[in-house]
């Protein structure tokens, strides 16, 4: 009897998603560590990123929240109807319970924070792959919380233009950075400054640095 034929290994095609090249390469190490995972292309933006899976048509998108340009969260909801074979996982710094499921609420099949990328990652990737939901531990045993931080409410798109303020970026650069009227970003500012009940800019850097919200500089 001659052996055995060896089986197949069905490959998961996944497209990064995040602003940061340094970023996508660990990731990209990460997962093409695994033989059933191949990554088949990148992107540093939500347009991008929509552009990739139109084109590759992959199992299973890694999308960062907070990138320049279009709302994640947007894109989330447009793949949900126009891809729903695309299961899109979320690797974020935000361990925010509101914004988490807003995320899963948009249609994301998983939610795990950047820090615990190594132990996490290739457990969300398979199984939004196979159509399951994969929620990091600490993240989910926050989801339904009651008594909710004033940070917890707010949206994606406040926290990443807090998390540019804290960068010191004005409201024009902002504007620009994220393809916004500069009245629409200072529109946000008053609602972060309202929600948070803080004033000050140097106020509003301290809450950002102590809840891991800033930006990244490319």
Known sequence: ??????KEVVQIRVVLADDHAVVRSALRTLLDAEPDL???????DADTAHAEVKSEAPEVLLLDL???GRSSLDLIAVLRSSHPDTGVVVLTMENQPALAQEALDAGARGYVLKQAAERELVAAVH?????????????????GQTGATAADDLTARESEVLGL???GHTSGQIAERLDLSVRTVESHRAHIQQKLRLGSRPELV?????????????
């Open 1 to 6: 009897m001659g052996p055995m034929p060896r």
């Open 38 to 44: 191949t990554v088949v292309s990148e992107a540093r």
């Open 206 to 218: 301290r809450y950002a640095l102590d809840r891991g919200l800033l930006s990244l500089s490319d």
């Open 66 to 68: 907070n990138m320049p």
């Open 127 to 143: 199984a939004a792959a196979g159509g399951e939901l994969y929620v990091q531990a600490e993240v989910k045993s926050r989801l």
């Open 165 to 167: 303020i804290a960068a």
